[in-house]
């Protein structure tokens, strides 16, 4: 089987693109093309592995997300699901990742507004139908609909605007 | 005509082949050809018959002698009759065993004799009926263009050409009977006569047109029916696919274009695809002359006719899709392995990307997925029947160090295959609906069209994929113009079609 990095669509062997999404099933089609970003800020210990674009999660043990204008960076550890939202201690639904100390509320992030989820050897992000949407890498998503992440990508919920780097 | 056909190149082997090497060689094509393993594969039961008489002729020594003879004299034979040449591309030579079915595919490529563009003279002669819809939609401007395009492609025959006029609406009615093209003048003035009014239905012209083609059905001719509808025909598309069926043994080809955007373009795919002929789209009433006009051209150019891929597999291999991608882009109907390809253009080839499953768990060493023979007559030949057999080798092998990247004309081929793929399975996704997946199919379509800079047909997907989220529903004419465009990809030229309307539809009545 070949998971598509495109989209985690499963796609039978010896097929050259994925049938869901269009996406180049090659291997190496991306590790091998696109080369290393040098991050622009230093990020410690973790950022000296860190490869830009590539959707394996094999060897990942956290997610370092870097919200816009925020000097620390939040680390994260990998499970099956974290969801991104505000606290509020009336919601019946608690995120995971409470955003309020970023500004959530002014930037319009919903209670429950995405979540990453681990699927096989991928990261997929999907917005939880939030009031303001969520993008990835400038493109709107789709609500309830999973996109698989890649070291480096840009998310954007609401106008809250974070990079995630994938750290071994 | 199996005497006909060279018994050595049907075994693959060489014309010096001894007794053993000929029972040998038999052994190993029959194993896999035998209608007991292959008990619904038409073209692996119509192989195994060809391979048997070959088989047969070699091993009665006073026939193969007799033969051996004749192949000789053929030899000096210096004149050289015209042939076609057959290429057979796969996406691997090496195939890594696994646990799991994986997916092969071969491109197969069918060029015309370097030397067809010398044959001056027209060596096709057309036998062509035109099946018109007179049904009332097609009242006004439609109806005028269709005359004109009949009378301009009038003008373009000849006296050795053979042309008849079927019109229909409930019923059909004979305008020309199959007749040469020698009065031209009463011959146009019938066609004015034309006027529109009634239902639509397409078996009844197409019958007729069946008729009237088989008058002068011919091994020299091009017997074709060119189809033009704007409308649905209810109640009666079994009955029309039947006939296309028909057509194809006979050597009839039937091409399908749909006028404006009311008409069933998965009918008129399944027609045309059937018989080898093509099915387009015209999207405004301005282009139908050219359109006419431009498949009547193609038509004269025909270097072989009846040109037929039969693809045996292997009892453990399915064939599991079919698609012409030149000279016209065009779904292919695989039923029994027997694929109807029509003409071969005097100076394009035919080329068709076959998609294949294989078995899981496969042992190491040399084996085949398919024995393909293409068939055809060439025009310009005394004895018009010509063949190729390709028998790809594959290597099962565990070995990963040879690193092979498929061939940059199946990729090529395949990455705009697949965007023509993605619009059926958002059309697949609504036919279910699934509102959700069909836009997220319609988004996936539009990135990848962006990505090759085709802007404008990825903002028509673009908002297509709105207009299902919000109606739940395509346009019919975004619907067509996704489906054909993307087709048109295809075809790795600018599209025929002009877009933009050049006249506007306007009701005389």
Known sequence: ?168 | MSTEKNPYKLLGIPEDASLEDIKAAYRKIARRLHPDVNPNNVAAQAQFQDVSNAHELLTNSSRKAAFDLTLKTKKVDPDGDYFFTFQVVTSKQIVYPLTEPQVIYMLADIHPDPRADEIKQRASHLNLTLVLDQSNSMTGARIERVKVAAHQIIDGMSENDILSVVVFNDRAEIIIPATRVTDKPSLKAKVSLISASGGTEIYQGLSVGMSQVKQYLGPKLVNHIILLTDGHTFGDQDKCLELANKAALDGVGISAMGLGHDWNDKFLDELSSRTGGASSFISSVGSVVKFMNEHVRNLSNSFAERMLLSVATDPDVQLESAFKLSPHPQPLSIEGGNIVLGSLPKNRPISVLLQFQVPPNMPEGQRHFARLVVNGEILANTNPQFYIVRDPLFEISKDTTVKQDPPTSILDALSKLTLYRLQERAQDALDKGDINEATRRLENLATRLFEMGKNDLANEALTEAKRVTMTHQLSTGGRMTIKYQTRHLLANEVPVENTKPVESEKSES
Not at chain 1, 16 to 34: K, M, Q, Y
Not at chain 1, 100 to 107: D, H, N, R, S, V
Not at chain 1, 119 to 139: E, F, K, R, Y
Request: glycine fraction near 8%; aromatic fraction near 6%; proline fraction near 5%.
């Open chain 1, 1 to 168: 089987m070949i998971t598509c990095t495109y989209c985690g669509h499963i796609n039978r062997p010896g097929l050259l693109f994925c049938e869901e999404c269009g996406h180049t099933l090659l291997e190496g089609g991306i590790d091998a093309t696109v080369p290393t970003k040098k991050l622009e800020t230093s990020l410690g210990e973790f950022s000296a592995r860190a490869t830009w674009g590539s959707a394996s999660v094999k060897k990942i043990s956290s997610i370092v997300m870097r919200i816009r204008d925020v000097s620390e960076p939040v680390v994260l550890e990998l499970k099956d699901r974290i969801v991104f939202g505000r606290l509020e201690p009336s919601s019946p639904r608690q995120p995971d990742v409470d955003l309020t100390p970023y500004g959530a509320l002014e930037k319009g992030v919903s209670r429950v507004h995405a979540a990453i989820e681990r699927s096989d050897d991928v990261l997929t992000l999907i917005d939880m139908g939030s009031a303001n949407g969520t993008n990835l890498n400038g493109q709107r998503l789709t609500p309830n609909q999973p996109r698989v992440l890649r070291d480096g990508d840009e998310i954007r919920f609401g106008k809250l605007i974070a990079n995630l780097y994938f750290q071994i």
